[in-house]
């Protein structure tokens, strides 16, 4: 076992940690907001809107995400040239980067497995404190801002504690499109060093690490409501 | 953009179409789930044996096991064990004298995927066989069968319903995960695609593709587990 490496590598470690953990903020933190859309599309829309709903979340989650993250990198990135003004514009520096193509498709990826989550979660809210929102004056919105949605999320916290994670570990995947994410810089330090194991290692407790942090969080966020059993 | 008809003769199933090769890539994918799929239901059922059964080394070591596979992420273990595996294999290959082998990637892929579907499967299996009422188990002993018997006609039979839906995303899952094979070279649905699409340069039409036939691979075991469960639940009461 050789860990002197991690001396010269330090500061790409670093910055990959940070590209992780980046995409994974991006992606779930979009991805909730998209999911809340997607759940009440097909809880209370229109029929269109919720056939709509229900395919999108059909068909990401019946592919991989390693073929929509390339469908969206090879293909569309490979159409994006071809629309006109782009190519000048001020966007074009961040359409350009393997990093915008993955934080898309994690997010879409992650709203179609969350809004599942959601429309359970939704459904699972007792239909008395709606009616007693209601019998209050609430508008939908209101009624929606300050019961049903905090109910729902704190119902379905458990599952999205675990879907985070998911997610966590779906993060490597960037590096297929050139993101120089924690999982890139084990790679490239495999490629410089010809060491297979450590810089897996190294990166594997990081994972580890954050995946604790992560579930330590929602267990204090769970626990600041007292539940009887 | 290309017209209609050059898009169907790219996806044409003989050469010089690629459709062929996109299908017998999505044939692998199909074989490397299988045979994954096995694998990791025979280690999650002695896992989930020896968790429920074991001494207390066997419960650190599976407790070890499950937990590490399940907190690391699905890319670095399935690269780490496909390297470390054939690798490990040819040392202890070459520590007996033996010649050292080139391992074939299809089983290579099989086997690494079994491993990690296993820590999965050893928890379903685990909670599938807890939910069983304990007096059937105990009605089981008291008509004298042996532990082997018991569990081939009572507790696997009554585990089933119970395990299904898990199950069912298990194999959703590693239907999707065999796509990370494409990142250590084996040539399945994921790495056809992205040749096919290196070679024609229509990137769109080829990852399109490829989506299509991993749902129609999803919607088609949807329908198979469906059948499944309503056939292992027979003689249930419905519930609603």
């Known amino acids: 076992m050789n860990f002197s490496w991690i001396f010269s590598y ?17 992606s779930v933190g979009f991805g909730f907001l998209l999911a809340i859309g997607l759940a009440l599309a097909q809880i209370i829309g229109p029929r269109w809107l919720r056939w709509l709903a229900r395919g999108y979340c059909t068909c990401l ?10 469908l969206l990198y090879y293909g569309v ?3 994006l040239p071809l629309v006109p003004g782009l190519r000048g514009s001020f966007l074009w520096p ?6 915008f193509f993955a934080a898309v498709s994690f997010t879409l990826n992650y709203a179609a497995y969350e809004a599942e989550v959601l429309r359970g979660a939704l459904l699972a809210v007792p239909k008395g404190e709606l009616e007693a929102g209601r019998s209050f004056g609430m508008s939908s919105w ?5 019961i049903w949605l905090p109910r729902a999320i704190r119902i379905a916290l ?12 779906a993060t490597p995947l960037a590096f297929t499109v050139t993101v120089m994410d924690l999982y890139a810089v084990a790679y490239k330090v495999r490629q410089d060093t010809l060491l297979v194991y450590e810089p897996l290692m190294v990166v594997t407790v990081f994972y580890v690490f ?4 992560i579930t330590r969080a929602f267990k204090l966020v769970e626990a600041q409501v007292p539940v009887r059993r | 953009m290309s017209s209609t008809q050059s898009m169907l003769e790219l996806l044409s199933p003989y050469p010089p179409g690629w459709g062929g090769v996109l299908l017998s890539g999505a044939f692998s994918t199909v074989m490397i789930s299988l045979g994954a799929y096995l694998v990791g239901m025979l280690i999650g059922l002695l896992g989930a044996i020896g968790k429920l059964k074991g001494n207390r080394p066997v419960l650190f070591v599976l407790d070890v096991y499950t937990t590490a596979v399940r907190a690391i992420p699905e890319l670095i273990l399935i690269i780490g064990l496909y390297y470390a595996g054939t690798d490990g294999l040819n040392r202890i290959l070459l520590t007996l004298g033996l010649p050292a082998i080139e391992i074939n990637g299809f089983v290579a892929a099989i086997a690494v995927l079994g491993i990690v579907q296993g820590a999965y499967m050893t928890e379903v299996l685990r909670g599938a066989i807890l939910a069983i009422p304990v007096g059937q188990i105990e009605a089981a002993s008291a008509f004298g069968m042996r532990p082997f018997l018991r569990f081939r006609r009572i507790v696997l039979p009554a585990l089933m319903p119970n395990a299904l839906p898990g199950l069912a995303n298990l194999w959703m899952s590693v239907t999707k995960d065999s796509a990370l094979i494409a990142v250590v070279g084996y040539q399945e649905l994921a790495l056809a695609t992205r040749l ?44 609603v």
């Open chain 1, 142 to 146: 209101t009624l929606l801002r300050r």
């Open chain 1, 77 to 79: 990135g490979s159409l």
């Open chain 1, 158 to 169: 458990p599952t999205i504690a675990g879907e985070v994670v998911l997610q966590l570990k």
């Open chain 1, 94 to 99: 961040i359409v350009r980067e393997g990093f």
């Open chain 1, 10 to 26: 330090w500061p790409l470690l670093a910055a990959g940690a940070v590209q992780t953990v980046l995409l994974l903020v991006i």
């Open chain 2, 196 to 239: 096919a699409a290196g070679n024609t340069k229509h990137y769109f039409l080829f990852f399109l593709a490829a989506a299509a036939l991993y749902l129609v691979i999803t919607l088609l075991s949807n329908v198979v587990f469906g059948l499944l469960e309503s056939r292992f639940r027979r003689g249930q009461p419905k519930t």
């Open chain 1, 61 to 70: 989650r019946g592919t991989p995400l390693l073929i929509q993250l390339w």
């Open chain 1, 210 to 213: 954050l995946t604790l942090l």
